[in-house]
C-alpha cells in the first residue's frame, strides 16, 4: 500500500518547521511516496523551491498552506476579555486555479490581516477563493475539531457540515494520531461525522522535521522562537487563545511530529486501511503544478506613432529604435558606420530576444548603456539581462516613488530575503537554550574560522579530511586555523554539554531564522501581483514583499530590478551644492549641462591633480580605495590613466591581488610584458598581458578559437559558476577552433589552465569601470574642493561619531580648519565658507537628536539668530530641545558663541542643581508668565542666580 503525507511544515514555518525540502524529498523517495504536500503555517514562503526541487526525486508536490482562520481579519485591536481567536486550516491546490487562489488567500492574510506574526484570512475569503482548492478537517487547532471540545458534538457537526456543503467531494477528514487527549476524543467524533456524511478519511502525521532523532532539535527550534530555554517546564496543553500558562514554554506534546514513513503510517492506522489509500485519492485529484514561466513584462506606453504592427513587442521595439537612435545623435557628433553596425547589432538582438519593453522600462528612469553588449544581453542568453542602478540615497527612493507611480502599488514589489542560522549563530543558539556558558560558548564560536572563502559549515568542520584531497588545507586553512578546527572536532567528540550543544547546532545549521528585505531589488509585474504570486508585507517597507527570495523570483514570472544606494553618489551631489553655494557656476573645472547644473560626468580625465592625490596614496574617503593595501599600491603604481583605476579596482579582491605587483612592475618596465600568442596583445595591451576582465576572455575566445558571441558568453557563464560540465564541453570547441587558425596545441593548453584558474576571480569590466570613474569623480572633488568635499564626507556620517572623527583627522593632516558647532551657524550637515573652512554640523553632536536640530534651526530661520543663552531657551521648544540635548550641545561648545557664559558653567551644580536646569526652569516660568498675560521684565542671568 502506499501513502502520501499530506501535512508538512518545512523550515519556511519560520523557527516552528524544522524540515529541510531536500531531505524530506529524499526520505519520501527511498520510501517510494507517490506525493509530498508542503503546508507552511500562513505562508508559501517554500513553495516555489519545495517545487522546483521534486523534479530531482520523482515525487509529485502538493502546494498547500495551514491558515490561520478568523472571524474578522480586519480587525486589529483586542483585550484579554476580546482575544484573537484563530482557527487552523488545511487547503491544498488541486490545480493552476486552485493554486492562484492560494496565492490570493496568503496575501490578502498579510496584505489585510495581519495581526502580530499571524496572516489571518476568513471563512468568508475562503468562500470566495474556494475554486480548485481541496480542504480537510485538518488538527486539533482547527475550527472542528475546537468546536467539537468546547461547544460539543452537535456544535461541531454544524461546522462541519458547513465546509462540507461549500467543498463536496473535495472535503476530507483529517485523522492524526499524536496520542494526545483531546486529539483522541475529537478522532472519535471525526469518524462518526465521516460515516454520516459519508466523507473520506485521510490519515496525516502533523510533520515538524524529518526524522524522530531530531524532535529534541526541533524543541530547541521551539525555545529560539521563543526565546526559553529548555529547562523551563513545558506547558504542552498550549493554546493559541491562552498562550503558556506561567513560568512555562510552549512544547509539542511528544516526539511524534516527525516525517514518519509508510510502514510506520500503516501500522499506526491499522484500523482504518483506507485512510491511508484514500491519500491517493488526493494525489490523483491533483494537477503537478509548473510555476517556472517566462517573465511577464509590463505593459509599456507607447507613442500612437510607433504602433506600427499587430504585435505589441514590435511596436516597443520601433519606439525603442527611436529612441536609440536620437540618443546616438546627441551622443556622437557623426553617426560612423562602424556605430551605425553596432547600434543595429544590438537592436537587431534585442528584437530578436523580445526584450525591447524590458529596456524601454529602464530608459524609463536611467539612460542604460553597456561597454561589451554581449556581457549581459546574446541571443544564447534567454534569460533577462542584468542592469543594476546606483543613485544617490535620495534619488533611489525618488526612482521607487516614480516606479510605483507609474505602475500601481499592487504591482510594484520589494523582494524577500532569508535569514538562516549559520554555523557561528547556530551555536550560539543552541547554547543558550541549552544553558551552556556564555563565555565557553564564544570561546567554541571563534575557533571556527569565518573567511567568506572558507564557506564554513559543520560538513567542512567536523566531517571534512584536514589534509589531503578536498581538505580543508586545500580549502586554504592556515596551521592556527587547523589546530583551532582541531580543538572544535575534541568538543564535538566528547561526552560533555559541549558535545550535545555542538550536535544540536549541526541539525540546526542552515535553518531559516527571520525574513528580511533585499537591500537593493525591485519587481515590477504586469497585473495585480497578488494574482501571480504569493506576496507579504514588511513593518520596515511601505511596499508589498514577494515570499519567493530573489534568486528565483524571475523564474517565477516576474521582473527583477536592482535599484542600489550608493553613500558616494550622494557625497558627490552634496559636495556640488556647496560648491555652486560658494563659487556659483562660473568655475571652469566642473562642466555645466543643458540645465545649467554641475556635470561632473563630464570632467576631464586626464586632471593633473587628481593623478597626484592619487599617487601620493590620499585617498582617504575616496571611493573604492580607501584601505591601507591600496594606499601603498597607489604610492607603487603612480596611475595616471584612468585604465590604471579601472584595473586596481578588479585586482583588488582575494585571488587577483596576486597580480598587483606584476601589474605595477609591467607598467614601470620592470617586468617584460609577454603574451602567449601574439594574437593576444590587441585584448591584453591595456592590462599589460594580464588577464583582469571577464569580457577579455569572451573576446579571445571569439578571435582565437571563432567563438560565436553566444558561446563566449558561455564560457563565461560556466567559468563564472565553475561549471565543468560546460567548461569540459566547451575545451574541445575552443583547442579545436584555435589550432584550425594555426595556434599550437600545447599553448591553447596552457591558455585553457590559465582561464581555468582566472574563472575563480574573474570580474567584468563594465561593473569596474563605472566604479572607477565614480571614484575618480570622488578623487577630483577631494583635490580641487577638499573643504566642501570633506564636508560632504563627514555629512554622510552624521550619527556615527567614530568615522566623524576619523575624517575630522583627515581634514587637519590637509590643513583644513574645521569649526565647532555654533547654534547661530551651524545647519544640520556639515557645511563649508567661502574660506573653505568646515563648519561642524549640529546633526554630528552625539546626543542632542533630530527633532530638537530640526526645532532650532527652524526657530533660528523664522526670527533671527539668538541673542544669549537666555533668549536661546525660551524660543525652542522644550519638549524636543530636552535637558540631554542641551547637555550634548554644551559639552560641544554649541553655545560658545554666547561669550558672557563659559561653557563649565553650565555643569555647575554648586547649589544642588545644574545651570542647564536653572535655565529650564527659568524657561518654564517665562512661559508661565506670557501665557498668564503678565508683562513683568526677567532679569539676566547675573542677578537672577
Known amino acids: 500500500m502506499q501513502f502520501s503525507h499530506l501535512h508538512n511544515h518545512t523550515q519556511f514555518s519560520l523557527l516552528d518547521g524544522q524540515s529541510d525540502i531536500n531531505k524530506l524529498f529524499k526520505k519520501a523517495q527511498a520510501d517510494n511516496m507517490p506525493a509530498v504536500a508542503i503546508t507552511d503555517h500562513g505562508n508559501m514562503f517554500g513553495v516555489f523551491e519545495f517545487v522546483a526541487a521534486s523534479a530531482k526525486y520523482g515525487v509529485k508536490p502538493i502546494v498547500g498552506c495551514e491558515f490561520y482562520v478568523v472571524e474578522d481579519h480586519t480587525r486589529k485591536q483586542f483585550s484579554k476579555e476580546q482575544k484573537d481567536i484563530r482557527y487552523h486550516q488545511l487547503l491544498l491546490a488541486k490545480n493552476p486555479q486552485g493554486y492562484k487562489n492560494l496565492v490570493k488567500l496568503c496575501s490578502l492574510g498579510y496584505i489585510e490581516g495581519l495581526y502580530g506574526k499571524y496572516p489571518r484570512i476568513t471563512k468568508a475569503l475562503i468562500e470566495q477563493y474556494k475554486e480548485g482548492l481541496i480542504a480537510t478537517t485538518c488538527c486539533i487547532g482547527a475550527v472542528v475539531p475546537k468546536t467539537i471540545l468546547k461547544k460539543g458534538e452537535e456544535e461541531g457537526e454544524k461546522e462541519f457540515r458547513w465546509w462540507l456543503d461549500r467543498f463536496g467531494d473535495d472535503y476530507y477528514v483529517e485523522l492524526q494520531r499524536h496520542e494526545i487527549p483531546d486529539q483522541i476524543k475529537v478522532n472519535e467524533v471525526l469518524v462518526k461525522l465521516a460515516r454520516k456524511y459519508n466523507v473520506k478519511i485521510i490519515a496525516s502525521n502533523d510533520s515538524h522535521y524529518v526524522d524522530r532523532d531530531d524532535w529534541v532539535a526541533h524543541d530547541i527550534l521551539l525555545c529560539v522562537n521563543t526565546n526559553e530555554k529548555m529547562s523551563t517546564p513545558k506547558a504542552k496543553e498550549f493554546n493559541d487563545e491562552e498562550g503558556s500558562p506561567k513560568d512555562t514554554r510552549f512544547a509539542f506534546y511528544n516526539d511524534q511530529f516527525y516525517f514518519k514513513n509508510t510502514a510506520e503510517m500503516t501500522q499506526l492506522f491499522s484500523d482504518l486501511p483506507e485512510s491511508i489509500d484514500n491519500t491517493n485519492e488526493i494525489v490523483d485529484k491533483v494537477e503537478t503544478l509548473k510555476l517556472k514561466r517566462d517573465i511577464l513584462l509590463p505593459n509599456f506606453p507607447i507613442p500612437q506613432e510607433f504602433k506600427l504592427h499587430d504585435d505589441d513587442v514590435l511596436n516597443q521595439w520601433e519606439y525603442l529604435k527611436h529612441l536609440t537612435y536620437e540618443g546616438a545623435k546627441k551622443r556622437y557628433s557623426e553617426i560612423t558606420v562602424e556605430i551605425q553596425e553596432r547600434l543595429d547589432f544590438e537592436l537587431f538582438t534585442i528584437k530578436t530576444m523580445g526584450f525591447a519593453g524590458y529596456f524601454l522600462i529602464v530608459s524609463d528612469f536611467i539612460k542604460a548603456g553597456s561597454l561589451l553588449f554581449e556581457r549581459f544581453l546574446n541571443p544564447d542568453r534567454k534569460s533577462m539581462p542584468d542592469i543594476d542602478t546606483d543613485f544617490d540615497d535620495e534619488g533611489r527612493q525618488k526612482v521607487i516613488d516614480y516606479v510605483v507611480e507609474k505602475y500601481g502599488k499592487q504591482q510594484v514589489a520589494q523582494i524577500v530575503t532569508y535569514g538562516t542560522m549559520a554555523t557561528k549563530s547556530s551555536i550560539k543558539d543552541v547554547a543558550r537554550v541549552m544553558e551552556y556558558p556564555l563565555a565557553d560558548t564564544n570561546a567554541i564560536a571563534k575557533l571556527v574560522p569565518d573567511r567568506p572563502a572558507y564557506g564554513m559549515d559543520f560538513e567542512k568542520l567536523i566531517h571534512r579530511p584536514l589534509t589531503g584531497e578536498k581538505s580543508l588545507t586545500e580549502l586554504g586553512l592556515s596551521p592556527d586555523e587547523i589546530e583551532n578546527v582541531k580543538k572544535v572536532r575534541e568538543l564535538y567528540n566528547g561526552k560533555d554539554l559541549a558535545s550535545k550543544v555542538l550536535h544540536e547546532a549541526e541539525k540546526l545549521e542552515g535553518n531559516i531564522r527571520n525574513t528580511g528585505i533585499h537591500a537593493a531589488g525591485i519587481i515590477i509585474a504586469p497585473d495585480d501581483l497578488t494574482t501571480i504570486l504569493p506576496v507579504a508585507t514588511a513593518k520596515d517597507s511601505d511596499l508589498l514583499v514577494t515570499q519567493y527570495e530573489g534568486k528565483i523570483i524571475e523564474d517565477a514570472g516576474v521582473i527583477k530590478m536592482d535599484f542600489l544606494g550608493l553613500r558616494n553618489l550622494t557625497i558627490i551631489k552634496d559636495c556640488l551644492r556647496m560648491i555652486k553655494e560658494n563659487y556659483g557656476t562660473g568655475i571652469d573645472d566642473i562642466p555645466l549641462d543643458d540645465k545649467g547644473e554641475f556635470d561632473i560626468d563630464s570632467i576631464p580625465l586626464d ?110 557563464k560556466a567559468m563564472g559558476k565553475k561549471d565543468r560540465k560546460t567548461l569540459d564541453k566547451l575545451k574541445p570547441q575552443f583547442i579545436e577552433g584555435a589550432k584550425a587558425k594555426g595556434h599550437p596545441e600545447k599553448t591553447l593548453e596552457k591558455i585553457w589552465t590559465d582561464w581555468e584558474a582566472f574563472a575563480s576571480y574573474a570580474f567584468n569590466k563594465s561593473h569596474s569601470t563605472c566604479y572607477a570613474f565614480v571614484a575618480y569623480q570622488t578623487a577630483y572633488l577631494k583635490a580641487h574642493y577638499p573643504g566642501e568635499y570633506m564636508s560632504a564626507v563627514l555629512t554622510s556620517q552624521l550619527g556615527n561619531i567614530e568615522k566623524i572623527t576619523f575624517f575630522l583627522e583627515e581634514c587637519k593632516a590637509l590643513g583644513i580648519p574645521v569649526l565647532g558647532p555654533d547654534v547661530n551657524e551651524s545647519i544640520k550637515k556639515f557645511g563649508v565658507n567661502k574660506k573653505g573652512e568646515i563648519r561642524f554640523g549640529l546633526g554630528g553632536i552625539k546626543g542632542t537628536g533630530d527633532a530638537a536640530i530640526d526645532n532650532i534651526i527652524e526657530e533660528r530661520t523664522k526670527n533671527g539668530p539668538f541673542k544669549d543663552i537666555f533668549d536661546f531657551i525660551t524660543r525652542v521648544n522644550l519638549r524636543t530641545v530636552n535637558k540631554k540635548s542641551l547637555e550634548s550641545m554644551a559639552y560641544a561648545g554649541a553655545f560658545d558663541c554666547f561669550d558672557d557664559v563659559h561653557r563649565a558653567i553650565y555643569f555647575d551644580e554648586a547649589d544642588g542643581s545644574s545651570f542647564i536646569e536653572k535655565l529650564i526652569r527659568y524657561a518654564n516660568k517665562y512661559h508661565e508668565n506670557a501665557s498668564a498675560g503678565q508683562n513683568s521684565l526677567f532679569i539676566r542671568w547675573r542677578k537672577w542666580f
Open 607 to 716: 586632471d593633473k591633480l587628481t593623478y597626484e592625490l592619487l599617487q601620493r596614496g590620499e585617498t582617504n574617503a575616496v571611493f573604492q580605495f580607501e584601505s591601507d593595501g591600496m594606499k601603498k599600491y597607489m604610492k607603487d603604481l603612480k596611475p595616471d590613466r584612468l585604465d590604471d583605476l579601472i584595473a586596481m579596482n578588479a585586482l583588488y579582491r582575494p585571488g587577483p591581488i596576486a597580480y598587483i605587483p606584476n601589474f605595477i612592475n609591467r607598467k614601470h618596465g620592470r617586468e617584460e610584458i609577454t603574451y602567449d600568442l601574439p594574437d593576444m596583445e590587441e585584448f591584453l595591451s591595456e592590462t599589460y598581458g594580464i588577464t583582469v576582465y571577464q569580457e577579455q576572455v569572451m573576446l579571445l575566445s571569439q578571435k582565437l578559437a571563432g567563438f560565436s558571441k553566444g558561446d563566449a558568453d558561455v564560457l563565461r
